[in-house]
T-cell receptor, first 112, second 115 residues
């Protein structure tokens, strides 16, 4: 039982390259989330999916797109990476909204 | 308490002592609060949550206190152990003006336990 699995764990990109971060859950939870965490800061919500088939913007959506492929998978795409997107990206899920969120171990992304 | 700048506030305690980590939240309409623990290189781990209809909730070695009057949340850890060393985040749920899934995180407090 892996919970929330993120791939890759590390990635280095050049400015302008595109990249999709993958997230899969085996908890059968309805809601999924993407956050970014920058040094010395808490997590900021990029996008979330309250249930399969729906997605909504969070606090910092610019430069990102998401796809809720099915109940298990929620991917985050950077179409044209910028150095400001260097960060650690966390995927999370919750049974429903307003319930505890459970996090993966993150993708460390560096953009040169 | 929570920090605004790049440097996390640090709480240093002796092994076996009790720890209290504080958090000031921003929205009086928030009705759900969570404490997370984050170890180096890992994702945040759920510790305990509390809803606004309560002012205290206890778990195993942890207690969360909520004071809605002054918008303050605290996490108490009893008999702190070296394994408790981590960064602790509070998060509030902005129940009004948007999705209830939108957690707002504080910037964290680093707990350091001296053996």
């Amino acid at each position: 039982n892996a919970g929330v699995t993120q791939t890759p764990k590390f990635q280095v990109l050049k400015t302008g390259q595109s990249m999709t971060l993958q997230c899969a859950q085996d908890m059968n939870h309805n809601s999924m989330y993407w956050y970014r965490q920058d040094p010395g800061m808490g997590l900021r919500l990029i996008y979330y999916s309250a249930s399969e088939g729906t997605t909504d913007k969070g606090e910092v959506p610019n430069g990102y797109n998401v796809s809720r492929l099915n109940k298990r998978e929620f991917s985050l795409r950077l179409e044209s990476a910028a150095p400001s997107q260097t960060s650690v990206y966390f995927c999370a899920n919750s049974l429903e909204e307003n319930q505890p969120q459970h996090f993966g171990d993150g993708t460390r992304l560096s953009i040169l | 308490g929570e920090s605004v700048g790049l440097h996390l506030p640090t709480l240093s305690v002796q092994e076996g002592d009790n720890s209290i980590i504080n958090c000031a939240y921003s929205n009086s309409a928030s009705d759900y609060f969570i404490w997370y623990k984050q170890e180096s290189g890992k994702g945040p781990q759920f510790i305990i949550d509390i809803r606004s209809n309560m002012d205290k909730r206890q778990g195993q070695r942890v207690t969360v206190l909520l004071n809605k009057t002054v918008k303050h949340l605290s996490l108490q850890i009893a008999a702190t152990q070296p394994g408790d060393s981590a960064v602790y985040f509070c998060a509030e749920n902005m129940a009004s003006g948007g999705s209830q899934g939108n957690l707002i995180f504080g910037k964290g407090t680093k707990l350091s336990v001296k053996p």
